[in-house]
């Protein structure tokens, strides 16, 4: 993995940060103001004892990360999973927080104990061709993230107007998300995090609002969530929960959360100080996912009670004889299942609960396009910055990867239909879920190395549990993609999905190969091991 440097002449990375890398030449000027330019300090007080005021100063890195649980895409995840298969998903939907919570405590404690994100240890310790490939991947799950808040954006905008605004008119709207981004990040970090703050907050009541006029079965809610079984469940259920994974756990959100925790001041030659960082970044990412998955219960609480089992025909009654009969027309008049999406669900929740609830809806999906919308440009940036030591200027940064994603997505809203776009965003969800293994195995890969975490490595439970919960995850992806193959629309798509596939099991197995290193399994390599663990086999370094 060292390539063919002399381990020797490699120094080892001294406790609580990694050798630096050489600082950037004339081509690599740094932007003028980040969110890294502004440290937070952290209150004197005595060490080992619980503080609110420590709290408070360490609060904000945990809800910025926990917005990636709340983008148009959760909910649109949410809502079908409630209209497919009641409450009997949402034991998913917890376990998939959990397992959140799981992972983002091993970035908040790389980022910590090291002073660097993952992109950046990802650049120290991969080889140049798997790094590039894994910076790559997850480009593709920032993008693909962006999409799907361009969609929610979109539809947000569409049923705040009544539909004046088109669905591609809602799309070109959002360009202007850029520049109102740029603006607020003038104003300081912690005025920054207030106003995602505020965010989530307008979600929990517009969301909570629909959970309380909906009135969900309390008894089959609480089976649902602690009772793990899916009595009946098909291909569908199963695409719903796959979705769920993908939709909760973003794998560009474990890299965002690793570099947001360096925006607190903290004492990296004191291990009392970052056992103490350590603690509270889990409290208040504890703290910020609770309200995230309370939020997210919500919404398939709502659409599990309002849709489950329901008809077409009896959606299309529903909205003729209520206030918004224009709406309903959008529900063809058959006996199928209603199979509905973040648009007809706003519909449907004006037409059973008065108009006042499509626009609370709207509102709260406006909210959450918004929140995601920042933190993925956020991502975007420390991901560049860390794996190719490349610095872009945020405007530079944020039109890049907003034209990615508002491209595909106005050509879809332009010459297509709504079903397509709500399509689109299901397929998005799974890429999630696909794309995990490339951000879970370098965390769990780096944050098992005792050279580079000291005393703060992860123990053999936490190993045990992370690793296998990745393997059920990947064995859910396998049998998904086995079981879609049949349903190809041309056996020359075939050839390309065998390309595809080659490159990501090739780029996995690298990745647990790497694992299985780090975590001291592979006695042959032991060579490489140590290599591994005291060089930096970038040939920049």
């Known amino acids: 993995l060292a390539g063919d440097k002399d381990p020797q002449k490699l120094s080892r990375p001294s406790y609580g940060s990694i050798s630096s890398p050489p600082s950037p030449g004339p081509q690599q000027v740094p932007p003028r103001r980040t969110y890294l330019s502004e440290k937070i300090s952290i209150p004197d007080a005595e060490v080992g004892t619980f503080s609110l005021r420590k709290l408070w100063a360490f609060t904000g890195p945990g809800f910025l990360m926990s917005i990636a649980f709340l983008d148009p895409g959760n909910i649109e995840s949410d809502l079908q999973a409630g209209a497919v298969a009641g409450f009997k998903l949402l034991w998913v939907l917890l376990w998939a927080t959990v397992l959140g919570l799981l992972c983002q405590r091993l970035a908040a404690r790389l980022g ?240 059973l609960f008065g108009p006042a609830a499509l626009y609370i809806w709207a509102v709260g999906l406006l909210a959450a396009g918004q929140s995601s919308t920042m933190t993925g440009t956020y991502a975007g940036q420390f991901v560049m910055e860390g794996f190719l030591r490349l610095r872009w200027s945020r405007f530079a940064r944020v039109l890049l990867t907003r034209s990615c994603a508002i491209l595909p997505t106005v050509l879809v809203a332009v010459f297509r239909d709504l079903k397509d776009l709500s399509g689109l965003n299901d397929l998005l969800n799974v890429l999630q879920s696909l794309l995990f293994p490339f951000a879970v195995l370098p965390i769990l890969t780096f944050t098992s190395m005792p050279a580079l975490m000291q005393e703060f490595v992860n123990g053999l439970l936490s190993k045990a549990i992370t690793s296998s919960i990745m393997a059920l995850i990947c064995a859910i992806n396998l049998y998904f993609v086995v079981s879609y193959l049949p349903s190809l629309p041309h056996p020359a798509y075939f050839g390309l999905v065998a390309v595809v596939a080659a490159a990501y099991l090739g780029l996995t197995i690298y990745l647990v190969w790497t694992s299985c290193i780090a975590h001291g399994a592979t006695f042959l390599a032991h060579s490489s091991h140590q290599r591994f663990l005291y060089g930096l086999p970038d040939e920049e370094q």
């Open 112 to 351: 910590v104990v090291t002073g660097k994100d993952l992109g950046e240890v990802c650049h120290l310790y991969y080889p140049k061709v798997p790094r590039i490939l894994l910076w790559l991947t997850i480009e593709l799950a920032i993008v693909g993230s962006d999409m799907q808040e361009v969609i929610g954006t979109a539809i947000a905008f569409s049923l705040l107007s009544a539909g004046r605004i088109p669905l591609w008119g809602g799309v070109l709207i959002t360009i202007v998300d850029t520049f109102f981004f740029l603006f607020l990040d003038n104003y300081g970090l912690r005025k920054l995090e207030a106003f995602f703050g505020f965010l989530i907050t307008i979600m929990a009541l517009t969301f909570g609002y629909e959970y309380v006029v909906a009135r969900p079965a309390q008894g089959e809610l609480l089976r649902g969530l602690f009772l793990p079984s899916c009595s009946g469940c098909g291909q569908q259920e199963l695409l719903q929960a796959v979705g769920i994974v993908g939709a909760i756990i973003m794998p560009h959100n474990i890299y965002l959360h690793s570099a947001l925790v360096k925006s607190r001041e903290i004492d990296h030659t004191r291990r009392a100080d970052i056992r103490e960082a350590n603690m509270y970044f889990l409290i208040e990412a504890t703290i910020a996912l609770f309200v995230s998955f309370l939020i997210n219960l919500f919404v398939v609480a709502v659409f599990g009670q309002a849709f489950y089992h329901q008809t077409n025909q009896a959606a299309f009654n529903v909205c003729a004889n209520s206030s918004l009969h224009d709406y309903a027309k959008i529900f063809p008049q058959n006996n199928l299942a209603v199979d509905v999406d973040i648009y007809q669900g706003g519909v449907i929740l004006g037409c």
